[in-house]
Nanobody, 123 residues
Framework: DVQLVESGGGSAQAGGSLRLSCEYS????????MGWSRQAPGKEREGVAA???????TYADSVMGRFTIPEDNDKNTSYLQMDSLKPEDTAMYYC??????????????????WGQGTQVTVS
């Protein structure tokens, strides 16, 4: 089975940075996509970033220029580098993966395996 475990969340001041990690294991088939999404209390889950296994990335307008998925991901670990954090970035952050995915997308529908989430609080 596929498992994903996020870590790296916590508290940060506005303007600060955090780096989230998503360690994944199990049978993930190429081509695959890794997505990062977030959900704030009372709001729907929204995709913020995604990457294909060819390195193609896509970002939501709300995080463009502030969040990046580094190219130097470790084997079986994906990262989300979050800079210039804002209070509105406060949310539970999730990573997700989909096998046989050729175009990374922000939409959360279609991702088949999810992590448990890690909380990010910006004040």
């Amino acid at each position: 089975d596929v498992q994903l475990v996020e870590s790296g969340g916590g508290s940060a001041q506005a303007g600060g940075s955090l780096r989230l990690s998503c360690e994944y294991s199990g049978n993930i088939y190429r081509s695959y996509c890794m997505g990062w999404s977030r959900q704030a209390p009372g709001k729907e889950r929204e995709g913020v970033a995604a990457i294909g296994d060819d390195g193609t990335t896509t970002y939501a307008d709300s995080v463009m220029g502030r969040f990046t998925i580094p190219e130097d991901n470790d084997k079986n670990t994906s990262y989300l580098q979050m800079d210039s954090l804002k209070p509105e970035d406060t949310a539970m952050y999730y990573c997700a993966v989909e096998s046989f995915c050729f175009v990374p997308r922000l939409e959360t529908v279609g991702y088949t395996h999810w992590g448990q989430g890690t909380q990010v609080t910006v004040s």
